[in-house]
């Protein structure tokens, strides 16, 4: 069999690529149609596939490819190590129940395990792999209490160490290597500047980080991997959102503002948005529906990007890095156990998930897989 080998093709000037208006044939089959991949997005599975089509199901916000006759999920395993598809809600108001969910799949929640004690107000911060929980109130008594447990692997926390300050409705993110603890409520009720951390695949004490722009409880957090972001608080500079750079040790540096002066939201992000949802105006009014979004590499103040299913104080929020969950927390009238969701990179109002095992407030929240 002869063998043609060609290393570059030119028009007959030599000056460029030859125009083939007819195209190329090979064994009865046009060129062009050789080796190409199909693509959907919709609700539904497409009709007729060939083997390595893509779709995007629109219906759970999942990439899938055609593969032997059947459609499978598309692993992401390149999203940066602080997120995952397993959903942690961890504790509330009188609670120690941890219960989860995958993120990608609507649904209610399952039973997880079990915190040391009844514990609200935590800090809830991953790697992927572990979910650490720090600070917190015990019996309305403020904790330095530092726990964690194996993502993957349903059962009770263990013990990680201590917080440097001992304090409650603070907020907390991660890089996948750090994971930051910041603000608080002290034993004193006022509220803590301190900003410490730890590194989550070793079990030791927290270490001091820097402080905030300034003292403040009951704020949120959230991370692009770069940035660490706290917005909010109970306190007068409620509508502060602040930064740190992870990587580097050091006191917070003033962001931009938020809509308007907010405590107890949530927070959660991808790696390049960040969003608050929900809260309590600082003078009491409230709650609110609003999800407001930021762009975290960018300071800048927040712009509106939806709304919840519902108005919501002290509720939780994770993401998978594409969508992001917010679940529990007080509405206008009771405690809830609804589960609402978003897509991160799209703009609109929460969609319905699911429910949390029990009703909770004051709870907390990471993800991992």
């Known amino acids: 069999m002869a063998t043609l080998k060609v290393n570059t093709v030119t028009n007959a000037a030599g000056t460029g690529s030859p125009d083939l208006p007819d195209g190329i044939t090979i064994n009865n089959t046009v060129l062009a149609s050789l080796n190409t991949m199909d693509y959907y997005a919709q609700s539904g599975e497409p009709s007729s596939p060939k083997n390595a089509a893509l779709w995007f199901d629109t219906d759970d916000d999942v990439l899938k490819m055609y593969v032997n006759d059947e459609w499978v999920q598309v692993d992401y395993s390149n999203l940066p190590a602080w997120f995952g598809d ?39 911060c991953s790697n992927g792999s ?29 013990d990680f160490g201590d917080l440097t300050v001992a304090r409650s409705y603070l907020g907390s993110c991660s890089d996948g290597v750090k994971g930051m603890f ?74 931009g503002d938020l809509s308007e002066a907010k405590s107890f939201m949530a927070s959660c992000s991808n790696s390049s948005r960040g969003l608050f949802g929900g809260g309590l105006n600082v003078s009491g009014s409230g709650p609110f529906n609003a999800i407001e979004y930021i762009t975290i590499a960018t300071p800048g103040n927040s712009t509106d990007f939806g709304d919840l299913t519902a108005a919501t104080q002290q509720l939780a929020a994770c993401s998978n890095g594409s969508r992001g ?37 004051y709870l907390s929240s990471c993800s991992g897989d």
């Open 182 to 255: 910041g603000g608080g409520m002290l034993v004193n009720y006022s509220g803590s500047t301190t900003i410490d951390y730890v590194t989550i695949a070793t079990t030791a004490n927290a270490i001091d980080f820097g402080d905030l722009t300034a003292g403040r409880a009951q704020l949120a957090a959230c991370s692009d991997g770069t940035y660490g972001v706290f917005g909010g608080g109970q306190s007068t500079v409620g509508i502060t959102i602040d930064y740190v750079t992870i990587a580097t040790t050091g006191n917070a540096t003033d962001f």
């Open 86 to 124: 397993r959903g942690l809600f961890v504790g509330g108001n009188g609670s120690n129940v941890i219960a989860y969910v995958t993120i990608s799949t609507p649904g209610n929640a399952t039973d997880f395990g079990d915190l040391a004690s009844a514990r609200y107000g935590i800090g809830a």
């Open 325 to 361: 969950i917010f679940g529990g927390g007080n509405t206008s009238s009771s405690t809830t156990n609804v589960i609402a969701y978003v897509t991160i990179d799209t703009l609109g109002n929460a969609t319905d998930f699911g429910d949390l095992t029990v009703a909770e407030n």
């Open 130 to 158: 572990r979910g650490v929980f720090g600070g917190g109130l015990v019996s309305n008594a403020v904790t330095n209490l530092i726990d964690y447990v194996t993502i993957s692997t349903a059962g009770n926390t263990t």
